[in-house]
């Protein structure tokens, strides 16, 4: 005969408060191993109650979705796609980020999404267009003034690495790369007057940089889009390549950049919630197994 109690569960020698702290446990930033250990269970034990919880159901709102990609590894796929839902929370992790795959969630739910905020990445765009041809998509602010940041960047390797008399920017690289509308000291602002100074090109590209971060500024999306607008043509007739290719990639984002102002809404809440799946997998040294990470 095998005993019946409230304590054990039948045909288990495991009590159920063993059970209890364990699944409170699997809710915290800890690795099957180490709970196992805590709590003198082999590891396939935890991973067995791991896998017998049930996920609560969820109240979710489709009407704007998240997109973000991070590296997983998981099942031999380099990259997975979480997705968010109009409150933050997560409505789901992809195997990958394939097309296919993001097709067949946008078209299980494309009478609910109406928005789509994601960073600049053509594949995304194209695949929720072609299943949501009546969606906006929002760019995420961030990825958009990256594109400045690197453009500057740019400018600064290629000059100095042309000549020795540009090495100082290669030395102020960080005072470059600052937000030119924070505050700057009064030593800083000398040390970028002189930086300017040596290179009419340098000179130009910095300035265009100011007027790109100082567009985000603008709250009234008429005046922000004319003024968008505006800076595109001036970056395209620069005759700098590096202005020249922000420009044109900020002429092929622009519809989207423009519902930056429009919606007020960003992705970077996305980019804090997967840090912390980052987090877990590194205390699991890697989550291999798809099912599992997600």
């Given at each position: 005969m095998t005993s019946s109690i409230d304590i054990v569960d039948r045909n288990c020698s495991i009590s159920n408060e063993v059970k209890d702290e364990i699944r409170r446990k699997l809710s915290e930033m800890k690795s099957f191993t180490q709970i196992g250990r805590e709590e003198n269970t082999s590891i396939s034990t935890v991973m067995r109650i791991f896998h017998d919880i049930e996920v609560p159901?969820?109240?979710?709102?489709?009407?704007?979705?998240?997109?973000?990609?991070?590296?997983?590894?998981?099942?031999?796929?380099?990259?997975?796609?979480?997705?968010?839902?109009?409150?933050?929370?997560?409505?789901?992790?992809?195997k990958d980020r394939k097309s296919s795959t993001i097709r067949e969630?946008?078209?299980?739910?494309?009478?609910?999404?109406?928005?789509?905020?994601?960073?600049?990445?053509?594949?995304?765009?194209?695949?929720?267009?072609?299943?949501l041809p009546h969606a906006d998509?929002?760019?995420?602010?961030?990825?958009?003034?990256r594109q400045a940041n690197w453009m500057i960047r740019d400018v600064r390797i290629r000059l100095f690495n042309s000549d020795t008399k540009y090495k100082e920017y290669k030395k102020y690289w960080k005072l470059i790369a600052k937000n030119p509308n924070s505050a700057f000291s009064p030593s800083q602002k000398k040390r970028l007057k002189k930086l300017k100074n040596l290179s009419e090109i340098f000179s130009r590209a910095y300035d265009l940089r100011t007027k790109f971060f100082s567009i985000f500024e603008i709250k009234d999306v008429t005046i922000f889009s004319y003024e968008l607008n505006n800076l595109i043509g001036e970056l395209k007739e620069s005759g700098i390549k590096e202005c020249i290719k922000l420009g044109e990639t900020l002429s092929n984002w622009e519809k989207e950049i423009n519902n930056i102002?429009?919606?007020?809404?960003?992705?970077?809440?996305?980019?804090?919630?997967?840090?912390?799946?980052?987090?877990?997998?590194?205390?699991s040294y890697g989550i291999k197994k798809f099912d599992n990470l997600k």
């Open positions: 159901h969820k109240e979710l709102d489709y009407e704007t979705v998240y997109l973000d990609e991070f590296k997983g590894n998981a099942d031999k796929e380099k990259y997975q796609l979480a997705i968010y839902d109009t409150n933050h929370i997560l409505i789901d992790i992809l969630f946008l078209l299980c739910h494309k009478d609910s999404i109406k928005k789509v905020g994601m960073d600049m990445f053509m594949q995304f765009r194209n695949t929720v267009y072609s299943c998509i929002v760019a995420d602010k961030y990825h958009v003034i102002q429009k919606y007020n809404i960003n992705n970077g809440f996305v980019e804090g919630k997967n840090n912390k799946i980052k987090v877990i997998k590194r205390l």
